[in-house]
Structures are given as structure tokens and as C-alpha cells.
């Protein structure tokens, strides 16, 4: 079981810790237009998954920023997906404000559904603890990141090789 920490406090991330090699869970989140999305929605594509407490925090909003700065420069066959708990409408009032348009936010605040799949769900505050995933066309998990302290921010580049390794 994965141990991080959100504000030096211990939180319990309650499920299974997803690895390296390991078929990419399902899940149902919400798009912005409340429409429900599955991991099928995005087959065929190299995904970055890149999970965030909420967008309306510093590290959460860098986070986003950066990569909606890079999604450009990896090409068509990759789709960078970031999810939150946060509400669609508050995702998409995120992204209009801050001008990113070049990835997905999704919500998982109705039914933790990817929380829950991937082991993120921090059970004291009912939201995703800060991670990163790389799936592959195949849906077979390349790269995780579980951030040891959900103040700080990801490896940002080992992220972005890992989906660059896919994509060459």
C-alpha cells in the first residue's frame, strides 16, 4: 500500500496500488459537459494521467499548467488527461480562466470511481492524492508517480520521458 503524506499529515489511501506493468484500471469520471468517460473512451492513445487534489490549489494549477504547456509537443497519438474531484463545472470555469485548452479535465467527484481503481483516494478529505500515470496503446501501465507529500509537485520530466519513450 502506497504512504504519502497531505500537509505532513498521513492520510489512508484506501484499494490497490497500481504498477508498472499492470493492465491500467477502468473507471467512470465526468467530463466538463457531464458527460460520463472511461478509460475505453481513450483507447488507442498514449495516456498521461495526471491526478490532482484540486485545481483551484497553487501546486494543482502549476501542475495542470504545465502539462497543458507540453501536450502540444508529444503529438497526436497521446492524450494528457487531468483528473481531480473537483466539480465539472469548477473544471471548466479552471480551464477557461487559465486559458488550457490542450487536455482533458475530468471529475471523479460522483462516484471516486478512478480514486477508488487506482488507490488515490485520500479518505480524510475525499480527494485524489497527487500522481501521475503513463499508459500505453494498450492500456498497460508504463510509468506511476504516487507523490510522497501531496504539497509537492511531480517529477515532471520523468513523466514527460516516459511518454516521449512511447511515442519515438
Sequence with gaps: MVQITFKQNPVTLPGNEVKVGDAAPDFTVLSNSLEPKTLSDFKGKVLLISVVPSLDTGVCS???????EEAASLGEDVEVLTVSCDLPFAQKRWTEINGVDSITTLSDHRDLSFGEAYGLTMQELRLLARS????????????VEYVAEGTDHPDYDKALAAVKELTN
Excluded: A, E, L, N
Design 62 to 68: 502549476d501542475q495542470t499548467k504545465r502539462f497543458s
Design 132 to 143: 501521475i500515470f503513463v499508459v500505453d496503446k494498450d492500456g498497460k501501465v508504463t510509468y
